[in-house]
């Protein structure tokens, strides 16, 4: 499920709709390439059978509209999710608006623009926080125009977000006092000037969790623990860094 132009698949994180089952079928995607992902679903087909399936952001972006074939199951491991894997058909409907997206996704942005890119970490565990920025070091070291700043609560980061310079990538908890991520990342989707900034959810919560985090259209999940690379590679495919 690899290009000669994305050797590896995009962490972005789309909503799966399963039309003919309904809205109670909740999956999302995970390494998502031209030519197929990892749906995390517990929804079970047999190898071969042909799906619609419809990918999308909730509230961001219209679903669109892919024709897979089912290739076999996932089991779950320490770094990967239960799921199944799928690979899109050249007969899809919007295979082309998908294709243009992963491109985005993995596009690094032009050299020259003098654009900064500032990251919040909103994190209340002092620990987690030195640790979390450790790693986002390392993105640091892709770019001298990335910088990162923190937030213990989601009360701070709304006051964050709220003062220029705009920030381009929130990596949040769930559980914090005061405010909790769960309430940030709903304010921050009910304000026009936030709607679209990327979301990189890091929680110890559960899968109700996610699933109440992927209906607010954040593009990135990951349980704690996580490896660091994880989150340097995710950060770098959200911000386009390449």
């Not at 942005?109 to 654009?115: D, E, I, Q, S, V």
């Not at 910088?147 to 980061?157: I, K, Q, W």
């Not at 000037?193 to 979301?199: D, G, L, N, S, W």
């Amino acid at each position: 499920m690899t290009t000669d132009a994305h050797p590896e698949p995009i962490h972005l994180m789309l909503r799966v709709d399963f039309p003919h089952l309904g809205e109670l079928a909740r999956a999302w995607t995970d390494g998502l390439s031209p030519e197929g992902t990892l749906i995390v679903t517990e929804q079970r087909f047999p190898v071969g059978e042909r799906l619609r399936l419809g990918l999308g952001f909730p509230g961001l972006m219209e679903p669109l509209s892919i024709d897979a074939e089912v290739l076999g199951e996932q089991d779950p491991s320490v770094h990967h999710a239960a799921g199944m894997q799928v690979r899109f058909l050249p007969s899809s409907p919007d295979l082309a608006r998908l294709r243009a997206l992963v491109e985005a996704a993995g596009r690094e942005p032009g050299k020259g623009t003098g654009r900064g890119y500032r990251i919040l970490l909103v994190e209340d565990n002092p620990h987690t926080t030195e640790l979390y920025g450790y790693a986002l070091k390392r993105v640091q070291g892709v770019s001298p125009e990335v910088s990162v700043e923190f937030a213990d609560n989601g009360l701070t980061a709304m006051e964050r977000l709220n003062r220029a310079p705009a920030v381009d990538l929130v990596i949040t908890d769930l559980h914090m006092p005061v405010m909790d991520g769960f309430t940030l990342i709903s304010r921050m989707r009910a304000d026009p000037r936030f709607k679209a900034t990327p979301v990189f959810v890091i929680t110890a919560g559960d899968q109700e969790a996610r699933e109440q985090v992927l209906d607010l259209g954040v593009q990135a999940f990951m349980h704690k623990p996580v490896r660091l690379a994880q989150i340097v590679e995710t950060v770098r495919t959200l911000l386009h860094l390449g």
